[in-house]
Each structure stands twice: as structure tokens, then as C-alpha cells.
Nanobody
């Protein structure tokens, strides 16, 4: 499966963005999906994940209450709603797909999109 993320941009602190990720390929509904981010000079970190049916979601503690993950299997899309953005949320955000394994572990994801940049100014 190929993934393409979009929706990044520059916003002021407190602002909102909606990231989208479209999947090209078959059997999208059988993949667990996740969002990760990588800030300059830092390792890639887990942000949010959603199970294949959409019923099971996990969020990193740093984004709980501010970010929401959702998916639309009919459209082969996964979304990340970012609210209450902070300067420390500045990073390249990646969507990823996995067949199994942990929802939060980077190595358990099999396919990665190209990333979309989110910049939050204070």
C-alpha cells in the first residue's frame, strides 16, 4: 500500500489543522493506521493510532485532549485533527500502516507516507 499525507501548514499557537492520509492499494480496511511525527534533531515519535475497524484508538499522552484520529475505510482515508496546537507540536507528520504488532511501536509499521510539515509559531 502507498500512503500520501497532506494538510500540513503554518499556524499560530492555539490554532487547528486537519491532516489527511490517502491510501493507494488493496485491503486498506485490514490495516491498522498510525500517525507519527519527527521534529528537527529528534527521533520519530508516536502520535496516534487507530485499529482497522476504527473502534480502537490510542493517543500519545502529549496530545490527548487536543488531537483526534479517525478513518474512513470506504474512502481509504485516515485523518488527524490537531487542535490547541503548541510550538512543541512543530514537526513533520507521517502516516503509516501496519498489518499486525503494536499500535504504538514505530518498527511495527510496514508502510510510510512521505510526511507533511506542521509549523506552530508562538
Amino acid at each position: 500500500v502507498q500512503l500520501q499525507a497532506s494538510g500540513g501548514g503554518s499556524v499560530q499557537a492555539g490554532g487547528s489543522l486537519r491532516l489527511s492520509c490517502v491510501a493507494y492499494g488493496r485491503a486498506f480496511s485490514t490495516y491498522g493506521m498510525g500517525w507519527f511525527r519527527q521534529a528537527p534533531g529528534k527521533e520519530r515519535e508516536f502520535v496516534a493510532a487507530i485499529g482497522w475497524s476504527g473502534d480502537n484508538t490510542v493517543l500519545a499522552d502529549s496530545v490527548k485532549g487536543r488531537f483526534t484520529i479517525a478513518r474512513d475505510n470506504a474512502k481509504k482515508m485516515v485523518y488527524l485533527e490537531l487542535n490547541g496546537l503548541k510550538p512543541e507540536d512543530t514537526a513533520v507528520y507521517y502516516c503509516a500502516a501496519r498489518r499486525g504488532g503494536s499500535m504504538v511501536r514505530t518498527p511495527d509499521y510496514d508502510y510510510w507516507g512521505q510526511g507533511t510539515l506542521v509549523t506552530v509559531s508562538s
